[in-house]
């Protein structure tokens, strides 16, 4: 016998019926961690045919509240997104007095355990577009550390720092996995290089399959691609940070003044 749904709402079937799992989600009635009854178990639910569960499976996954794995269903998500705070995630007083680099200044805000994977410090070539943003040539020597976070034991985000060789070739801390307190920016602040600005730049595209297996994300999820530029006092941009951000773990909230 189905469910009644959508009473009093206009849309498709299919659209009613995902409105409605999505708000026993929001409601705890599916709590993180519980399986969204199966194809089967919803047919009869709801008195429709598989292709329209099926339909509604697709929006409420587009929601970002669950979690889909080949031949395993839909698992209900246990991980409140995390909240990026544009205009003051990278203040001073966060390295210096917290001690707490960007990421790690998030997470506690959210209440996740973080964790950073240091894949990748060295030297290479810059990328066309990092030399071009670092005013250097491409394919200049720059110092590159890429990294992978963790938020409650699963990945969220890439991102692949780029540095000019004359700024970092004097700075050993840059070059370990742990630079200490504040991050690589308080170490780049402690030699000298103020920081006026942040530039982001964001935009959101389908995972490519190996960056899909990367994050543990299902085939096509969207992503957020950032590319920051960190712009010191004097002009120059010091770091180049080439961000990709699993879409339904981070919430970007901007904070843009009025006045001139």
Known sequence: MGTAVGEGRAGPRYVQIADDIVQQIRAGVLKPGDMVPSESELVERYGVAGGTIRKAMVEVRASGLVETRH???????????????????????????????????????????????????????????????????????????????????????????????????????LFAENPGGGGIYARLEDHGHEFAEFVETLQARPASKAEATELALSPGAPVV?????????????????????????????????ASD
Not at 83 to 97: I, N, T
Not at 115 to 143: C, F
Not at 231 to 237: D, I, P, Q
């Open 71 to 173: 031949g395993k269903g839909s698992m209900v998500k246990d991980r409140p997104p995390v909240r990026h705070r544009s205009s003051d995630r990278f203040r001073r007083s966060l390295r210096q007095e917290g001690g707490k680099a960007a990421y790690l200044a998030e997470s506690a805000q959210s209440g996740a355990t973080a964790k950073v994977s240091v894949l990748y410090i060295g030297p290479m070539e810059a990328p066309a577009d990092a030399a071009e943003r670092l005013s250097v040539e491409a394919g200049a020597q720059v110092l590159a550390r890429r990294r992978l976070y963790f938020r409650n034991g699963t990945p969220v985000e890439t991102a692949s720092s780029y540095l000019p060789w004359d700024v970092v070739k004097d700075i050993p801390e």
């Open 225 to 257: 691609h950032l590319i920051r530029e960190a712009r010191t006092a004097e002009g120059r941009v010091v770091e180049v940070c080439d961000t990709l951000m699993a879409a339904d773990q981070f919430v970007f909230e901007y904070r843009i003044p």
